[in-house]
Structure formats: structure tokens, C-alpha cells
């Protein structure tokens, strides 16, 4: 393996940007003593997302998983039910079924957007379930389908209306998963928004950070008190130790929804940011044969959370491991898709509907440096390296 570059420095895959008044809203806390679940801030950044995103409710908690599992238990979603994912995403999606005792059916993917595949599911539901009493169940095993858990990747956002639209045929609730989906919409609204139910991630890589947190976003003020009750242990009094369900320590603190909302405010900068970036790897790349990207459909406004390559290897000659690793090599952080779920351990029981589409991205996908501050001198480096490397054929 051949080393392109002597620089010595890590180009980062996705880091946050820390321009706003974090510094001023996290020392408020400490001053204030409002370090943990108690404080202002959860309840401002509540308020100042669901305002952004265009929702009545907004519930803050400590990760996405933990909003993808409050989402599903607010809908009764549990043991014998069955609940629709698509088959590439981040485990936790799947993961927040199996935490409620229900079991996903995983859809494979649309080749070109990486979202689930509508065509797929459509043929599914209407060729292996059956309607009764408007209740959607699998024909085979005659449990209950009761949500669809459709995931915005990337920063993209697959055609929600016509899930939206196959989800109100089959009665199925949908729950969003747009972990990767701040700022992104579909024909000018917020995804996150369209389904029963939305969630979103502050992870320290995702386009704006709260350390570590979560959001759940809903025009139901009956799910919205639910997944709030839920969050704190299912407390029933304020000033007693009372409860009357089993409950979960899912709040987030005063400092994470600090941070949250110092990054909220400079939400349209990073997004600025990061459509500068993906417009530079899209023209610096458009003549190299055998390189394509994952692109969002035309009524999609993109956050580019993170730029991703396709390698067609049958042409370039050379594999995605190969060109990660030589990426790696000069400091460039790069990384593959997720694995597909049905080839994980705990799923490999579960239904699957599909071919290889799945597995076929995930073997040819490249996620590139995309963080907001990426200054241009590093993406040209990384833009030449894989042009060297491609002209090459190491």
C-alpha cells in the first residue's frame, strides 16, 4: 500500500463547528448550578427546535436511540407486533424495535438513494399482508404490522410523500428516523415532520451537536406528555417518588441543551457550509469514470451531512477497502455504509425482502470528510489523492 502525502495532520470525517455562544450558554450553567436535567435550556432549545423544524411539540432526550424508543413505546408498539425498516441504517433503528419486544421486517434499498424501496414495499404489503378491520398483518405469521420506520441518510431524505401515502393505505403509523436529517426537507417542509412521529440526533457528528443527545418532534401533545413522562423514569409527582409505569432516564441536561441551542442558532451557516463542500467534490469528481455519489431526488433541499462516493470497482479497477485504507494511510478519515442488518447476528432470523442492493452500496459506498470547517486546501488534498490513487491503479 503506497502513501500519496507526507501530511502528517488528521483530516477528520465529521466534526462540529463550536463558533456560537456555546462557551456563553454552557458557563450560564455553571454559574447557575443548572448542570443536569433541571435548567432553562432544555425547555429553550425544546421551544427554538420545534419552532425550527415546524412542529407544535418537542421533546428533548439523551440520544436518538433513546428518541427512537420513546417514539415507538408512545404508539404502543411491542411484544408480537411487527414494524417495517429499511435494511441499510445504523443499528440503533432496528435496535428500538427489538427494545420494545416487537420485530422489524427489513425492506431492502433503493440502488441510487440508499432509502428504503418504496416499489419493494409496495409489493410486499400488497402481495404478503392482508387488511382487516384496518389493521395491516403478515400474511405467514399473521402478527400485526404497526408502524413503518422509514431513515433519512445522510443528510438526504428518501420520497416521504409516497411513503406517507403507502403508510395511510396499509394503517401504518410512521415513525421517522432523520438522525441524519437536521435542516433537510421535502418540497419545501422539514423531514421528520411528515410521519406520527419524528426523531432526531445531536451526536458530536451530526450537522449541529449537543455532545450527546436526541429529539422528538410530534403535533400530538398526547404523544409529546407521553414520551416526556417516559423520559423521566415515569415520575407521576413532582416532589414524590411516585410511579405507575416502568420508566427511563432519558432526559437530557441543562448543559447538553445548552450546547444544543448554540448550535441550533447557526443551523443555516452550517448548512451553507456544507452545501459549499458537497458542490467542490461534486464538480472536482463528475469526469472520473466509475465515481458516482449518492444524490438526493429534485425535491429534496439537502444538508449534505455527509458526502458519499459510489466506486464502481468493475470499472476503477480498485475496491472501496483499498481506497479507504490508502485514504486512512495519509490521515484522511474515511469510512464504508453500514453493514446491511440482515447480515448482522441478531437479525439474521428476522424477514428480509430483497436481493442485494443493500449489500452492493455497502461494499462500493465511501463516506468522505465533510465536516462544516473543512477548510478548502484539505479537500483538494483528498480530491487528489483519490484522483492519484484512481489514475494510478495501486
Not at 441543551?257 to 451557516?269: I, P, R, V, Y
Request: aromatic share 8%; glycine share 6%.
Amino acid at each position: 500500500m503506497q502513501k500519496l502525502s507526507d501530511k502528517k495532520k488528521i483530516i477528520p470525517l465529521n466534526i462540529p463547528l463550536l463558533k456560537g455562544n456555546e462557551k456563553k450558554y454552557l458557563l450560564e450553567c455553571i454559574n447557575s448550578n443548572f448542570v443536569s436535567s433541571v435548567g432553562p435550556f432544555v425547555e429553550d432549545f425544546e421551544n427554538r427546535f420545534a419552532k425550527e423544524v415546524g412542529v407544535k411539540y418537542a421533546v428533548a432526550c439523551s440520544s436518538g436511540t433513546s428518541a427512537l424508543h420513546l417514539s415507538l413505546l408512545s404508539l404502543n408498539i411491542g411484544k408480537g407486533d411487527l414494524v417495517i425498516a429499511p435494511n441499510l441504517t445504523f443499528i440503533a433503528t432496528v435496535n428500538a424495535i427489538k427494545y420494545v419486544g416487537a420485530e422489524p421486517i427489513l425492506i431492502d434499498i433503493d440502488k441510487d438513494t440508499g432509502h428504503l424501496d418504496l416499489a419493494l414495499l409496495r409489493d410486499f404489503l400488497s402481495k404478503r399482508c392482508f387488511i382487516r378491520k384496518n389493521i395491516c398483518y403478515h400474511s405467514i405469521s399473521k402478527k400485526r404490522i404497526k408502524a413503518i420506520m422509514p431513515v433519512h441518510i445522510l443528510g438526504h431524505s428518501l420520497n416521504i410523500k409516497k411513503l406517507k401515502e403507502i403508510g395511510q393505505k396499509y394503517f401504518l403509523k410512521i415513525v421517522e428516523d432523520a438522525a441524519e436529517g437536521i435542516g433537510v426537507t421535502y418540497s419545501g417542509k422539514n423531514i421528520g415532520t411528515f410521519g406520527t412521529v419524528g426523531c432526531f440526533s445531536f451526536n458530536g457528528n451530526k450537522t449541529i451537536t449537543s455532545g450527546s443527545g436526541g429529539m422528538i418532534v410530534t403535533n400530538s401533545k398526547q404523544i409529546a406528555k407521553k414520551v416526556k413522562y417516559l423520559s423521566t423514569q415515569a415520575k407521576n409527582k413532582k416532589n414524590e417518588f411516585i410511579h405507575n409505569k416502568i420508566g427511563y432516564n432519558y432526559r437530557m441536561s441543562n448543559l447538553h441543551a445548552a450546547l444544543g441551542l448554540a448550535q441550533l442558532e447557526k443551523l443555516s451557516l452550517y448548512l451553507s457550509l456544507k452545501k459549499k463542500i458537497s458542490k467542490r467534490y461534486i464538480k472536482s469528481l463528475k469526469d472520473i469514470r466509475g465515481i458516482t455519489y449518492i444524490k438526493p431526488l429534485e425535491e429534496v433541499n439537502s444538508s449534505w451531512w455527509l458526502f458519499t462516493l459510489i466506486n464502481e470497482s468493475k470499472i476503477t479497477k480498485i475496491s472501496s477497502n483499498k481506497i479507504i485504507n490508502i485514504f486512512n494511510l495519509n490521515g484522511i478519515q474515511a469510512r464504508k455504509l453500514w453493514k446491511p442488518i440482515n447480515l448482522l447476528k441478531p437479525y439474521k432470523k428476522d424477514i428480509f425482502i430483497g436481493k442485494n442492493a443493500s449489500y452492493q452500496l455497502y461494499k462500493n459506498a465511501i463516506s468522505l470528510p465533510s465536516s462544516a470547517n473543512l477548510k478548502k486546501a484539505d479537500q483538494d488534498l483528498i480530491i487528489n489523492i483519490l484522483i492519484d490513487m484512481l489514475k494510478k491503479n495501486i
